[in-house]
């Protein structure tokens, strides 16, 4: 006797293609057998986390025997102090990435519904199917916008409803590296009615140096349907100790407890995180060697006709005039890694994470042999 087990599983599982993270160097160098291959795929942080960060995680080694402190009491206090907010207005998670699952798993069910914008972060699609909601998503920018393939706030808020119940905006958006404005956002936020939750996800906030880029912390307050995400995956390089969290009213926070895994933040995690929380060198040097590595690609890009989407976050989309993953794939035989977008549905595009200047020249390079410049 045999089972289709694939039938057995919950309606939005069925149809779920799983998210395919970014190709390890290890996996790279086993199955071409090179060497000195460079990563700039993922978006993380190529200058590592902080010091004061694995100082703090080589000290709590000898505690990993007792369970990590579920409250995660030290770090959310830092964080208030931080922010200026309540700890009660806190959620730790594991990665920010939880946090919008957490979104999900307590505010959607089938028969209620999302909105999100075209080419934005997959999880939100991922997370909106898996609890059976239905997505609605919306155009994005044309082409031609200065913020190209970016958010349009008219076209998400003629998608809510009734029935929406989470509207999820990235500022700046992941992939394209686009961002909307404060003012904009506000009044988007402040048309939405307060049945719906607004998750700003601000993954990238710490890399932004706009002027007219918003902080959506201080409008907690003002806006009880509110959630804010941010990590420290990003610009802390924390990305393999997986801990973000989330800011919203308490009452929000309340209900996320209730679903939220016991222990769901490591210890490692939690005095890595507010270790590199304290350093403050260690961010500001790497938002310059971002802003050194953006000005570094736009100009290589613009040097060769190359088109690329202007981005305030540590990545860039730059236009390969093909297919982007045959390039890709000739990119890997030259020991570098970076994104195709294909299922962002825009296929002709490569997402470069920004690394040390002698990494970006590495891709520079390779992308030169690759396609004939």
Not at 48 to 73: C, H, I, Q, T, W
Request: charged residues 15%; contains cysteine; aromatic residues 8%.
């Amino acid at each position: 006797m045999t089972c289709d087990i694939i039938s057995l599983a919950v309606t939005g599982v069925r149809g779920l293609t799983p998210y395919e993270p970014g190709k390890p160097v290890e996996e790279l160098e086993r199955e071409l057998g090179i060497r000195d291959s460079v990563k700039l795929a993922s978006n993380e942080n190529s200058l590592g986390p902080s010091p004061r960060a694995l100082g703090a995680m080589r000290r709590e080694l000898g505690k990993v025997s007792y369970y990590p402190d579920g409250n995660g009491f030290a770090l959310k206090q830092a964080l208030a102090t931080y922010h200026g907010v309540p700890s009660t207005c806190i959620t730790l998670g594991n990665g920010s990435n939880e946090i919008l699952e957490l979104v999900a798993r307590a505010f959607l069910q089938p028969g209620l519904e999302a909105v999100f914008s075209k080419h934005a972060f997959a999880v939100y699609p991922v997370v909106v199917q898996a609890v059976g909601a239905t997505a609605r998503v919306a155009p994005a920018n044309s082409p031609e916008h200065a913020m190209p393939y970016g958010h349009d706030l008219n076209a998400l808020a003629a998608l809510v409803t009734d029935k929406t119940r989470v509207v999820f905006v990235a500022n700046p958006n992941n992939p394209t590296g686009t961002w909307v404005n404060g003012t904009s956002l506000c009044d988007f936020i402040g048309s939405l009615p307060p049945t719906t939750l607004v998750v700003i996800d601000e993954a990238y906030f710490e890399y932004v140096e706009a002027p007219d880029y918003p902080n959506a912390i201080r409008w907690l307050e003002r806006f009880p349907n509110l959630v804010v995400t941010r990590t420290f995956s990003k610009i802390y390089g924390l990305a393999g100790m997986r801990i973000g969290y989330g800011l919203s009213h308490p009452h929000i926070a309340e209900i996320f407890n209730r679903v939220r895994q016991p222990f769901n933040v490591n210890s490692l995690a939690q005095c890595a995180a507010l270790a590199a929380l304290q350093d403050t060198a260690h961010v500001a040097r790497s938002r310059a060697m971002n802003e050194s590595g953006l000005v570094q690609y736009s100009q290589a890009f613009a040097s060769r006709q190359l088109g690329f989407i202007p981005s305030v976050a540590n990545f860039i989309c730059v236009n390969v005039g093909r297919t982007a993953l045959s390039v890709y794939q000739a990119l890997l035989r030259e020991g570098v890694i970076v994104r195709p977008i294909a299922s962002y549905e825009l296929p002709e595009y490569l997402r470069i994470t920004i690394g040390r200047e002698e990494q970006n020249q590495r891709v520079i390079d390779a992308l030169d042999k690759v396609l004939g410049l």
